[in-house]
């Protein structure tokens, strides 16, 4: 096999390493206070989000109502909600750096109603929640029944569950790439998912924003596929952690050039 061949260099890395490198790229890159955790999805208007804008939409958020944050990222979807209703978040990730970030700015906003902590939500959950959130987190279980467990455990009775992700519609060795650098072993497809939380009875909705998912065209892809092939072996053990989840995202979007995955988001109402 050639050296400079990418699959010679395939790790997986954890996924706090994966989490802790993207909060140091990300938050130089693009010098913000935080940033969404979810991928750029678009209406053709950059300062449009079509997930957030759903979310507000389709769930009544209410004051007083405890939410959890399964994979929060650095807070940026509870410090969207905490502008609008007066909630008590918990967000957890398992990247200190994201959760030290988070904790940091809501104590410089004076939100005593907004705390994170590093957890893993495979791990049972303290507390009872009126919402739970899970956007781009699920895949990255290895146990998903263990998480939907824990989620319906600690969601109090008529509560909700939203979840958006990214979701196989057919295997392919890419697919299998992509898992190892995104440490996602769970990533899965819709339906097993909508299985899995109807074996709970819940009550389902669901909604397809893959047309909202924005990638670069294959042959652009392929062009930073090759520098990372020609940087990879002579980088230093942070940048090579980076080359990799930065690989990893670049096959999610041939994934959906392909027409391999797509974007799901599921409400599930407790009954």
């Given amino acids: 096999m050639p050296t400079n061949s990418f699959s010679y260099y395939l790790k997986m890395n954890s996924i706090p390493d994966i989490y802790d490198h993207l909060f140091s790229f990300e938050s130089k890159r693009k010098k913000l206070s935080h940033y969404p955790?979810?991928?750029k999805l678009?209406?053709?208007?950059?300062?449009?989000?079509?997930?957030?804008?759903?979310?507000?939409e389709?769930?009544?958020?209410?004051?007083?109502?405890?939410?959890?944050d399964a994979g929060c990222g650095t807070g940026d979807t509870?410090?969207?909600?905490?502008?609008?209703?007066?909630?008590?978040g918990i967000g957890i990730s398992l990247s200190s750096k994201e959760i030290e970030f988070a904790e940091k700015l809501a104590n410089a906003n004076k939100?005593?109603?907004l705390r994170f902590k590093v957890y893993d939500f495979q791990q049972p959950i303290e507390g009872s929640f009126d919402k739970i959130l899970a956007i781009?987190?699920?895949?990255?279980?290895?146990?998903?029944?263990?998480?939907?467990?824990n989620f319906h455990k600690a969601l109090k009775k008529e509560g909700q569950i939203f979840i958006a992700d990214d979701f196989l519609m057919h295997d392919?060795?890419?697919?299998?790439?992509?898992?190892?650098?995104?440490?996602?072993?769970?990533?899965?497809?819709?339906?097993?998912?909508?299985?899995?939380?109807?074996?709970?009875?819940?009550n389902l909705r669901a909604y397809d924003l893959t047309s909202h998912v924005r990638c670069r065209s294959n042959l652009m892809i392929e062009a930073f596929k090759v520098f990372i092939n020609i940087l990879k072996?002579?980088?230093s053990k942070n940048l090579k952690v980076n080359l990799e989840t930065y690989y990893g995202a670049l096959l999610l979007e041939q994934l959906y050039n392909e027409n391999t995955v797509e974007y799901k988001v599921i409400i599930a109402t407790k009954s």
């Fill in 233 to 235: 072996p002579i980088a």
């Fill in 136 to 149: 781009e987190s699920l895949k990255h279980a290895s146990n998903i029944d263990q998480v939907i467990s």
């Fill in 111 to 113: 939100l005593a109603n």
């Fill in 78 to 88: 509870l410090f969207q909600i905490v502008e609008k209703h007066s909630i008590q």
């Fill in 172 to 202: 392919s060795i890419k697919v299998e790439r992509h898992k190892l650098l995104w440490n996602a072993s769970g990533f899965m497809k819709f339906g097993e998912l909508e299985e899995k939380l109807k074996t709970l009875n819940y």
């Fill in 42 to 56: 678009s209406n053709g208007d950059q300062f449009d989000d079509p997930l957030i804008n759903l979310m507000f």
């Fill in 37 to 39: 955790v979810h991928k």
């Fill in 58 to 68: 389709k769930i009544k958020f209410r004051d007083n109502e405890k939410i959890l």
